[in-house]
Nanobody, 123 residues
């Protein structure tokens, strides 16, 4: 089993910055992709950014130039640096990890989600 633990988040004023992180632990052989999604009240969960183990990144258009995703593969941790925050960035942010692990001599793969962390942008 794999656990994803978030940290960071909170309340920030428009134009401010915030960094959130997500650390994975447990039965992990390799994490192929780690990413962040978000869900605002009354809306569907949407992709924010992803990063592969080879540091290939992908961003949603609405965060390009403002958010930066990064990984520390040695720590199985992903970060999201959020700058120039807007009220519309207010949401619960969820960490996601595409994990390879071994069980019973077999190489398996599964996707895990963190518990979510609130980010509120308001004056």
């Amino acid at each position: 089993q794999v656990q994803l633990v978030n940290s960071g988040g909170g309340l920030v004023q428009p134009g401010g910055s915030l960094r959130i992180s997500c650390a994975a632990s447990g039965n992990i052989y390799h994490i192929l992709v780690m990413g962040w999604y978000r869900q605002a009240p009354g809306k569907q969960r949407e992709l924010v950014a992803t990063a592969t183990s080879g540091d290939v990144t992908n961003y949603a258009d609405f965060v390009k130039g403002r958010f930066t995703i990064s990984r520390d593969n040695a720590k199985n941790t992903v970060y999201l640096q959020m700058n120039s925050l807007k009220p519309e960035d207010t949401a619960v942010y969820y960490c996601n990890a595409d994990v390879q692990y071994y069980s019973g001599g077999y190489a398996l793969r599964n996707t895990y989600w963190g518990q979510g962390i609130q980010v509120t942008v308001s004056s």
